[in-house]
Nanobody, 122 residues
């Protein structure tokens, strides 16, 4: 069974940078379409960013464009979300999703991690 592990969350001040990591233990990230979603307290889970299995398609939510970057490091077998210039509105639990059945991430068919908390203070 596929497992997904996120790490890298924590506390930050507005304007700081954070980097989240996502790994699929025992498997290669090259095999998956992957993405990040987040869920602020009391709100619905929302899309943040995604990268296709081939890496040719990358998408971002409007709210993070220009500040966040999704990438994969095949040598480290890890997918990252580099978060720059964070703002309090970025506070949420961040979830990694992986989909091995399609080039483009299908949230409804994805395997999800347990989430990592990001808290940004003003």
């Amino acid at each position: 069974q596929v497992q997904v592990e996120e790490s890298g969350g924590g506390l930050a001040q507005a304007g700081d940078s954070l980097r989240l990591s996502c790994r699929v233990p025992g498997r290669t990230v090259r095999s998956y379409a992957m993405g990040w979603f987040r869920q602020p307290l009391g709100k619905e889970r929302e899309f943040v960013a995604s990268i296709s299995r081939t890496g040719g398609y990358i998408n971002y939510a409007d709210s993070v464009k220009g500040r966040f970057t999704i990438s994969r490091d095949y040598a480290q077998n890890t997918m990252y979300l580099q978060m720059n210039s964070v703002i309090p509105e970025d506070t949420a639990v961040y979830y990694c999703a992986v989909d091995g059945g399609s080039n483009i991430l299908r949230p409804g068919r994805a395997t999800w991690g347990q989430g990592t908390q990001v808290t940004v203070s003003s």
